[in-house]
């Protein structure tokens, strides 16, 4: 049980274009999501929480219009990235809070989304 | 402030040598510790979590890390390296409300020797 699916794995695309890499918990209801960004050879750095129904949480120097955050529901929560640039390649990873984990920090990591942008 | 240290950057052991990656944290109150792996181009696998209780905790692929508070440390061992366990390894720390992001260490990259 626990499972978070993310899609794409990897993506191509070209400098301008916006990319929506999507995060999901199969068998739970996540109302709290996480972002990471963790370029090659460094760690996981977070870039926003996101909450159910409510604007996302960004932390500091991360672009909120550049990383537009939707979670519109308990088992889904998007990033999209717009206008991308060469430097916001990188492995983007999500996590989600277990619903059921009150008291508990428990979370679920996703299998990660590589971009490249060209 | 909070934070997650790792000292070793970069460790060598050889197959079947005994292993212990450090990992030191800075909270306010008691954290939630967790040790992850990474292989190249994957996501992470947890290895083994420290809520409350028994300070020694055992999680996968035999590995164990123990709490030690007086030392705010949280150090993964494992008895005998396999090959296989050759990947990046990261020390993350969790507030005990809920709701909160990870801080994650900068991660130690495991060599492992024939």
């Known amino acids: 049980g626990a499972v978070v699916s993310q899609h794409p794995s990897w993506v191509i695309c070209k400098s301008g274009t916006s990319v929506k890499i999507e995060c999901r918990s199969l068998?739970?209801?996540?109302?709290?999501m996480f972002w990471y960004r963790q370029f090659p050879k460094q760690s996981l750095m977070l870039m926003a929480t996101?909450?159910?129904?409510?604007?996302?949480?960004?932390e500091q120097g991360v672009e909120k219009d550049k990383f537009l955050i939707n979670h519109a529901s308990l088992t889904l929560s998007t990033l999209t990235v717009t206008s991308a640039h060469p430097e916001d390649s990188s492995f983007y990873i999500c996590s989600a809070r277990h619903f059921r984990a009150s008291g508990r920090n428990e979370q679920f990591f996703g299998p990660g989304t590589r971009l490249t942008v060209l | 402030a909070q934070s997650v240290t790792q000292p070793d950057i970069h460790i060598t052991v050889s197959e079947g040598a005994s292993l212990e990656l450090r990992c030191n944290y800075s909270?306010?109150?008691?954290?939630?510790l967790f040790w992850y792996v990474q292989s190249p181009g994957q996501g992470l696998q947890l290895l083994l979590k420290?809520?409350?209780?028994?300070?020694l905790v055992q999680g996968i692929k035999g590995f164990e890390a123990e709490f030690k508070r007086s030392q705010s440390s949280f150090n993964l061992r494992k008895p005998s390296v396999h090959w296989s366990d050759a990947a990046e390894y990261f020390c993350a720390v969790g507030a005990t409300q809920a709701g909160t992001a990870l801080i994650f260490g900068k991660g130690t990259t495991l060599s492992v020797s024939s």
């Open positions: 420290y809520f409350s209780g028994d300070t």
């Open positions: 996101s909450n159910e129904g409510s604007k996302a949480t960004y």
């Open positions: 068998d739970f209801q996540a109302t709290t």
């Open positions: 909270y306010g109150a008691t954290p939630y």
